[in-house]
T-cell receptor
């Protein structure tokens, strides 16, 4: 498709379980961002890739969060030993370059029970 | 401490009238501002942006005004239409001269409801 695709759309995880969230950016988009949106809040920056290089991971809340983009296209956000406070919508966005015409995906809603 | 603030969680406007959504920021390094619109179960969609070298940017029914001295920006929608009902997020970035692409800092959003 033409947009940013995220999977799964919904994920329910038991506390302590590891999860992996996938993002397929728009083909050719160099920049890729991950954001976390808690209920009633705006999206909060997690991490940024330029091609395969992770240039900024300052927003990752703990070392349980890990993101990769090994071939500069698809990206995976992994959360280890999930906790209830990890429950949120995880948004992926991509853009062609350093402009800010991001295109966001529809997000993955993670619920940790 | 929130660097981008949208103090109105919701706003109700009659169809055909003007909607004005407000946003304040505290970080003087911010030099690029954007508005996003979000429908339920969808990702945010870019609406309009403004650079700090301007004080106004217009695109059809949407106009963004920037008051740098007050660290305030607003989004005007006129005339308001039922399809404008959504959550609107203000976002800011500090592009600076260093290159690279810092993440955007978002406000908490304002839920705009257009009444028929």
């Amino acid at each position: 498709g033409a947009g940013v695709s995220q999977s799964p759309r919904y994920k329910v995880a038991k506390r302590g379980q590891d999860v992996a969230l996938r993002c397929d950016p728009i083909s050719g988009h160099v920049s890729l961002f991950w954001y976390q949106q808690a209920l009633g809040q705006g999206p909060e920056f997690l991490t940024y890739f330029q091609n395969e290089a992770q240039l900024d991971k300052s927003g990752l809340p703990s070392d349980r969060f890990f993101a990769e983009r090994p071939e500069g296209s698809v990206s995976t956000l992994k959360i280890q030993r999930t906790q209830q406070e990890d429950s949120a919508v995880y948004l992926c966005a991509s853009s062609l370059a350093f402009n800010y015409g991001y295109t966001f995906g529809s997000g993955t809603r993670l619920t940790v029970v | 401490d929130q660097q981008v603030k949208q103090n109105s969680p919701s706003l109700s406007v009659q169809e055909g009238r003007i909607s004005i959504l407000n946003c304040d920021y505290t970080n003087s390094m911010f030099d690029y501002f954007l508005w996003y619109k979000k429908y339920p179960a969808e990702g945010p969609t870019f609406l309009i942006s403004i650079s700090s070298i301007k004080d106004k940017n217009e695109d059809g029914r949407f106009t963004v005004f920037l008051n740098k001295s007050a660290k305030h920006l607003s989004l005007h929608i006129v005339p308001s239409q039922p399809g404008d009902s959504a959550v609107y997020f203000c976002a800011a970035s500090a592009q600076g001269s260093g290159g690279g692409a810092d993440g955007l800092t978002f406000g908490k959003g304002t839920h705009l409801i257009i009444q028929p």
